[in-house]
């Protein structure tokens, strides 16, 4: 399936970010309730590059929805996302 044009710019974007970068985009998302299309290619591409890094995400993801509830903190020794706050 080919992605849409704005999924592929974000997700070029993030795959020049270092993963503190890519922390703090994520933590900027945090508790916003605004919603459209191209935040969902947004969000949906950022959790692909912690995924592409092979970073655990189960603090915020299950697969199909992504919780920006609280922000979060990389753990380097475990390779994972989690939830703070």
């Known amino acids: 399936m080919q992605q849409h044009i704005y999924y592929i710019k974000f997700a070029l974007r993030f795959a020049d970010m ?3 970068e890519l922390v703090t985009v994520f933590n900027a ?6 919603w459209s299309s191209m935040r ?3 969000d949906q591409a950022l959790i692909d590059e912690f995924l592409r890094r092979g ?6 993801s299950d697969g199909k929805t992504i919780s920006f509830a609280h922000s979060v903190r990389y753990d380097l020794p475990d390779n994972k996302l ?4």
């Not at 998302?29 to 605004?34: E, F, H, K, T, Y």
């Not at 989690?82 to 706050?85: L, R, S, T, V, Y």
């Open 18 to 20: 270092q993963i503190p």
């Open 55 to 60: 970073i655990d995400t189960a603090a915020v």
């Open 40 to 42: 969902a290619y947004h």
């Open 82 to 85: 989690i939830a703070i706050g």
């Open 29 to 34: 998302q945090v508790q916003s309730r605004g």
